[in-house]
């Protein structure tokens, strides 16, 4: 089959799969300042050989990463805010939209991807924290729904990777009942007996936390990833104290019930398929 | 009787009244004509005010310290027929989050609300209406007893948000309340849900999920509170009222979205300006609607519900 007829078929293959990274670029890490160039940091999956820290990435790497051979069909991919509320403050939301789309070339802070993952047909929604911070509006609901939906359409398990501040103030009430609609939409899911695995990067917390995040028949997660409801700032100010090290990271997290597993990066696509497969028989 | 700040008008006529009152009695002066005029007086300024409030002026009738609190709903709609249920069997009784079996006309339902306190002293004690997880958790254990003796749910809605703690991110406060929505996205028996004061964030939707959601006249419900929102998307504390316009909190706004079902009218003046008149109104809707809820069957009913949350957004493209 030639790239062109896939082309047309709306298959879409990840940009970090295709892209040559141009040499001298070098990266430092935040954590153990150690440097390496960007081919390299990319080829350990962005993930620093000194101390583990992990990078946040987007979802283009997500599913460059996942999907067999990087390659998926998008779900959705043209939805864009609409502004339903007319919201200012002190920019209007259409400019903060704009500058976002100009800044990040993606559409809204989720993507959906339809493909396969080690042979097994499966959903994967990746959320991308560079676009106003992952925040959860009306796209981000209608997609996740569009996703489950056709998981539930093809039989297939759906999985979620977050990675967000939480819910759009800017669409206010709307956003907030995105928190309802994917929660519906994934009841379905879990009365069709399909799995849905929720990944929890750095950073997830607020709304988003509070809904499709924590609801995983698994819920994983990667070493040292921020998660909680309230930010810590919120809460160090609510209790007046300094917080506990290592608070609301996902050891901590792990610790307190709520994760599963954490799996470092480069066991992912493995042992999400290893999950899918002890849970689900591929008809 | 606490005022507000554009309530001032107001109280200067009641006090007006009240001299009025006072030198008739003290003094054996017929003052009737005064004092029907000053009562026809407030009666309109009052409709004055209370006809053009603005967003804030709103959020501050949804906080007065005289408005009914959840207790107060439920006393007086079971007319004291009401057993409270504590605990979530697990870790704690949380007080933020009250529930229990209670009668309203004969009919057996499971409240469940926020809390808030009506002193300083209470107000600690129910920590301001906000709850931990073991609230949610304890709202959800009471909503699971109701499904299996087939009881409808009513919850009463009013919290500044789910409490920002240590301990209530240790115990899983983001777990807690998603469980509540998936829970009753799906609980079998009707949910009838009112804001009757703050809707504030996640903490209100954790137990918001109705076949029919219902916003009190003077309440807002929203994602953030407009403080918050002011300090965040301003950087200053100061835009709250911008914020208030901004959000689109009030019952008619959240109404015209498509995200509440309906807007329960208060009595002019807020709901703690003639009690008596607020309980009333609840009650009927709440068994007007309850009877027409209660004859679909379960299947359609849950079908309906998820139709409805699933169809709430707004996007192009
Ligand atoms: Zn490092």
């Known amino acids: ?283 | 009787m606490n005022y507000l700040d554009f309530e001032e008008p107001i109280k200067t006529l009641r006090e007006q009244l009240e001299q009025a009152r006072e030198i008739q009695d003290k003094n054996d002066l017929d003052m009737t004509t005064t004092i029907e005029e000053l009562e026809v007086k407030i009666e309109e300024v009052s409709k004055e005010i209370f006809g053009k409030l603005t967003p804030w002026q709103r959020v501050q009738v949804s906080r007065h310290p005289d408005r009914p609190y959840t207790l107060d709903y439920i006393e007086a709609l079971t007319e004291g027929n009401f057993l409270e249920l504590h605990g979530d069997r697990t870790v704690k009784d949380d007080k933020a989050m009250v529930g229990g079996l209670g009668e309203l006309e004969g009919r057996p339902v499971m409240f469940i609300g926020q809390q808030k306190g009506i002193n300083t002293k209470m107000r600690q004690y129910r920590n301001f209406g906000m709850a931990n997880p073991e609230g949610y958790r304890k709202a959800l254990r009471l909503m699971k007893l109701a499904e299996k003796f087939n009881r409808p749910v009513v919850t009463l809605i009013d919290t500044p948000g789910a409490y920002p703690g240590l301990e209530a991110e240790e115990r899983g406060q983001g777990e807690a309340i998603a469980r509540n929505l998936l829970e009753m996205c799906q609980l079998r028996v009707p949910i009838i849900c009112i804001v009757i004061g703050e809707g504030a964030s996640g903490g209100a939707l954790g137990i918001g999920i109705g076949d029919k959601v219902f916003m009190m006249e003077n309440t807002w419900y929203s994602v953030i509170s407009p403080e918050s929102c002011s300090s965040i998307l301003w950087r200053s504390w100061d835009y709250k009222k911008q914020a208030a316009e901004a959000l689109k909190l009030t019952g008619d706004d959240m109404k015209g979205l498509g995200l509440v079902d309906d807007i329960v009218p208060e009595p002019l003046g807020g709901a703690h300006a003639n009690r008596e008149a607020t309980f009333q109104t609840v009650k009927d809707v709440l068994i007007s609607e309850l009877d027409k809820l209660q004859k679909l069957n379960p299947d359609k009913r849950v079908n309906n519900r998820l139709r409805k949350f699933s169809n709430m957004g707004v996007v192009a493209g």
């Open chain 1, 1 to 283: 089959m030639g790239w062109f007829k896939r082309n047309a078929e709306g298959i879409t293959t990840s940009s970090s799969e295709k892209k040559e990274i141009p040499e001298g670029a070098w990266y430092k890490c935040p954590n153990c300042k150690t440097v390496v160039s960007n081919q390299e940091h990319a080829a350990t999956l962005w993930v620093c050989t000194m101390c583990d820290h992990h990078e946040r990435i987007g979802s283009d790497a997500y599913f460059g990463l996942l999907f067999d051979e990087g390659k998926y069909r998008e779900v959705a991919p043209k939805l864009t805010s609409a502004d339903p509320l007319g919201f200012s403050d002190t920019k209007a939301y259409t400019d903060r939209l704009d500058a976002a789309k100009a800044k990040t070339g993606l559409t809204d802070a989720i993507r959906v991807g339809s493909g396969e993952m080690n042979g097994q047909g499966v959903v994967i929604a990746c959320m991308d924290f560079s676009f106003i911070g992952g925040s959860m509006g009306s796209v981000v609901g209608e997609k996740i729904a569009r996703g489950i939906d056709h998981a539930l359409k093809k039989g297939v398990p759906f999985i979620c990777i977050s990675k967000s501040g939480g819910a759009r103030m800017m669409e206010a009430g709307l956003s907030l009942m995105q928190m309802a609609k994917t929660s519906a939409k994934l009841s379905l899911l879990s009365k069709a007996g399909l799995p849905f695995i929720s990944m929890l990067t750095d950073p997830t917390t607020g709304g988003v936390t509070a809904s499709f995040a924590m609801l995983g028949d698994l819920n994983i997660s990667e070493p040292n990833a921020l998660i909680g409801f309230a930010g810590p700032r919120v809460v160090k100010e609510t209790i007046g104290k300094d917080l506990p090290e290592g608070f609301q990271r996902a050891e901590f997290v792990l610790e307190h019930g709520f994760l599963d597993a954490i799996i470092p990066r480069k066991e992912l696509k493995s042992q999400l398929s290893f999950s899918l497969r002890m849970l689900h028989t591929q008809e």
